[in-house]
């Protein structure tokens, strides 16, 4: 529905008539009769009848009305923002549980102290399930974990993590690679950024696991690992926050697989939500 058509409709009814409409408009009366006819062809109705040498709005007129008014005043609004830069809206994002558990909470916090009238929705999954929903348009941006496949995506690095491999306390040490051969791993599913670095590792030295143990939370990979389950990589922030994270032993990884950084990826040109979002992101800095 043409929101001019509504704008004459709204105006004939405030003025009484078509005359005083029009001169309001600066229009000729018989443009004005023109698109009400065309208006009422267009919803099969009547909107208008005569009352003595004035204009009452009919049933359909009076629910007309009630719609125009709302539909008239969402578009001023819009205009008004749009023309003020006013941040609004929902910001759609995506994110690792570890980034969402750890780095978010506060940047999240400001954001919305800073942008109440910005909704936030959040989704957590793998890096891999997170391109996926961008690429679905089902989030704006995404916090994913190196490497993963940019394509068409913009992007900039935000955290910089320190990965840890861990095992349970008493196991056997860990110098190398070769030293899984044969054991469970204990990682998120397919798309984990971390599990695929591990797995990768392995496979350079030879080595491959008997099983891979696939689970949907750091807390429950901390507890399967304390409890003998197996070994996996996790960060070490992460670690420290964890329930458990004193009840497993932690070995360092090769300084190629110890740093792992985290990108905020999007697609197209960034809403003024997001672009307010980044603006609160820090530079990562290399992890200690």
């Not at 941040?87 to 558990?101: D, F, I, M, T």
């Not at 304390?226 to 990884?253: N, Q």
Request: some cysteine; aromatic content about 4%.
């Amino acid at each position: 529905m043409d929101l001019d058509d509504l704008h004459i409709f709204r105006c004939v009814v405030r003025e009484g008539g078509v005359t005083r409409a029009a001169d309001l408009l600066h229009r000729v009366p018989s443009n004005v009769t023109t698109r009400i006819k065309q208006l009422e062809e267009r919803l099969g109705v009547t909107l208008f009848r005569r009352q003595g040498r004035g204009l009452a709005l009919t049933e359909a007129g009076r629910t007309l009305l009630g719609h125009a008014e709302r539909l008239l005043h969402l578009a001023d609004a819009a205009e008004r923002d749009v023309r003020s830069g006013a941040v609004r809206g929902v910001l759609r994002l995506g994110s690792l549980e570890s980034a969402a558990g750890v780095r978010l909470p506060p940047i999240l916090s400001a954001f919305h102290a800073q942008h109440p009238d910005v909704s936030l929705e959040l989704q957590t999954g793998t890096t891999r399930a997170l391109l996926r929903l961008l690429a679905r348009y089902e989030v704006e941006a995404a916090f994913v974990s190196e490497p993963f496949e940019r394509g068409n995506l913009s992007s900039m690095p935000v955290f910089a993590e320190t990965l840890v491999l861990i095992t349970a306390r008493g196991a056997p040490g860990i110098r190398r690679a070769a030293d899984l051969d044969g054991r469970t791993l204990v990682a998120f599913p397919h798309g984990c950024s971390y599990r695929r670095r591990l797995v990768e590792w392995l496979a350079e030295d030879g080595a491959s696991p008997e099983r891979i143990l696939e689970l949907s939370s750091y807390h429950a990979v901390v507890a399967c690992v304390s409890a003998g389950a197996g070994a996996a990589i996790v960060p070490e922030e992460v670690l420290d926050r964890a329930v458990l994270g004193t009840a497993v032993e932690r070995h360092p990884l090769p300084a190629r697989l110890r740093v792992n950084r985290t990108h905020l990826a999007w697609s197209g040109e960034a809403s003024t939500p997001l672009r307010a979002l980044m603006g609160l992101l820090p530079a990562p800095a290399a992890p200690g």
